[in-house]
């Protein structure tokens, strides 16, 4: 079975500056992976995802990720975050289940604050 | 507009009284999960439900209960049997399970008394 680990519960940096947010995976094998943001009090949003191809996902609003198959990485990162970017951040990885269906296994989250 | 809604948004009960959390998506998704969220623990799967009149377990699912009748609803039962019930409940729905995104409605929060 698939498992995430995300290592730091929590993250503050500066405005302007940059940041990483770590997530390690169990398995190489065809491994589908996601980023989520959840704002406080709401439902996570899909910030970006690595199904296949250039190993460099970006999402709309700054952040890029890549797959590092032989690290069994996939960090998200952002050159210059916004106090708006403050919220808690979720890497997920999909996994079959022995009956054949899919579930998202999510990591214990990060939570980003950035300060003035 | 499409989207996931969750009922109640905030819930009060007693201990020993089975709870049911309402989870209804009008984006004709065939999969849906329900998550359970605890501080420092990220989201827990309870059940999850591909196809209608099926659905299966996840990592924590001893106290819990559903029923998948319709596509369109998942309805979550929070029993008496589960021990600690106070938490964040988050239930989410896609169109492609395994590599599709995740659609999730804006949570409930049930505190038990």
């Known amino acids: 079975a698939q498992s995430v680990t995300q290592l730091d519960s929590q993250v503050p940096v500066f405005e302007e500056a940059p940041v990483e947010l770590r997530c390690n995976y169990s398995s190489s094998v065809s491994v589908y992976l996601f980023w989520y943001v959840q704002y406080p009090n709401q439902g996570l949003q899909l910030l970006l995802k690595?199904?296949?191809?250039?190993?460099l996902v970006e999402s709309i609003n700054g952040f890029e990720a890549e797959f590092n198959k032989s690290q069994t990485s996939f960090h998200l990162r952002k050159p210059s975050v916004h106090i708006s970017d403050t919220a808690e951040y979720f890497c997920?990885?999909?996994?079959?289940?022995?009956?054949?269906?899919?579930?998202?296994?999510f990591g214990t989250g990060t939570r980003l604050k950035v300060l003035a | 507009d499409g989207g996931i809604t969750q009922s109640p948004k905030y819930l009060f009960r007693k201990e020993g009284q089975n709870v049911t959390l309402s989870c209804e998506q009008n984006l004709n998704h065939d999969a849906m999960y329900w998550y359970r969220q605890d501080p420092g623990q990220g989201l827990r799967l309870i059940y999850y439900s591909q196809i209608v009149n099926d659905f299966q377990k996840g990592d924590i699912a001893e106290g819990y209960s559903v029923s998948r009748e319709k596509k369109e609803s998942f309805p979550l039962t929070v029993t008496s049997a589960q021990k600690n019930p106070t938490a964040f409940y988050l239930c989410?729905?896609?169109?492609?399970?395994?590599?599709?995104?995740?659609?999730f409605g804006e949570g409930s929060r049930l505190t038990v008394l």
């Open positions: 997920a990885v999909s996994d079959q289940s022995t009956s054949g269906t899919y579930k998202y296994i």
């Open positions: 989410a729905s896609t169109k492609k399970p395994r590599t599709g995104e995740l659609f």
């Open positions: 690595y199904l296949s191809g250039s190993t």
